[in-house]
């Protein structure tokens, strides 16, 4: 079955970098926008940066201009490098299809801590 497994999520401090990866297996990757969503405890799940087919990306205001996205098709790989944490940034990191998620791809997503 298709399948997305992230990894990457850790504890940092405020002002540190992390990188996230999402391994997609049994799924022509290549055809599908993705993106990095993440939910923060009693918030709802949100998109904050998406990668088209053609390696266009989007951010969302939070993250703009602190992280970047990016995809390797010929892995079936995408990352999300997370630079200047922030606590705000602290959740569950998911990849899905993008801006549209694909309700059973859900994966168990990667814990981001930013504390101090």
């Given amino acids: 079955q298709v ?5 990457g999520g ?4 405020p002002g540190g970098s992390l990188r ?3 391994a997609a297996s049994r799924i022509i990757f290549s055809i599908y926008h993705m993106g990095w969503y993440r939910q923060a405890p009693g918030k709802q799940r949100e998109l904050v940066a998406r990668v088209t087919t053609d390696g266009r990306t989007i951010y969302a205001d939070p993250v703009k ?5 990016s995809r390797d098709n010929a892995k079936n790989t ?3 490098q997370m630079d200047s944490l922030k606590p705000e940034d602290t959740a569950v990191y ?3 299809t993008a ?5 059973n791809l859900w ?4 814990q981001v801590t930013v504390s101090s």
């Fill in 65 to 69: 201009g602190r992280f970047t996205i």
């Fill in 107 to 110: 994966g168990q997503g990667t």
């Fill in 3 to 7: 399948q997305f497994v992230e990894s």
């Fill in 20 to 22: 996230l990866s999402c």
């Fill in 78 to 80: 995408m990352y999300l």
């Fill in 10 to 13: 850790g504890l940092v401090q």
């Fill in 94 to 96: 998911y990849c899905n």
């Fill in 99 to 103: 801006p549209t998620p694909t309700t």
